[in-house]
């Protein structure tokens, strides 16, 4: 059970084009959101969409695949932990962000042109 303290497994599509970048170490890092939807039907019996949004990064040799191969639209499933960060704007307001820290990462559906 170690292993599920810090687990994250979503099924979606992607928002964009993976954003790439390579750090000064020669790293490479993509960004990409994704979109997940959940449907229930709410008290008048109508069918009700939601639809979350999820930053995911990427580094290494997963970046390099996610560069390659995803596409906006693209429907993906994707394994990885949460991670938090924080930084100052330049009006010195801090600000939090949440991301889905990609280490697995599987293609799905048909491939979007």
Known sequence: MYALKNKVQLIGNLGNAP????TESGKKLVRFSI???ETYRNTQG?????TQWHNVIAWGKLAEIA???LVKGAEVAIEGKLTNRTYTDKEGNKKYFTEVQANELLMLGKAVA
């Open 19 to 22: 954003e790439v970048r390579n």
């Open 67 to 69: 560069e390659k191969f």
């Open 35 to 37: 979109a997940t939807n």
């Open 46 to 50: 109508e069918k009700v969409t939601e």
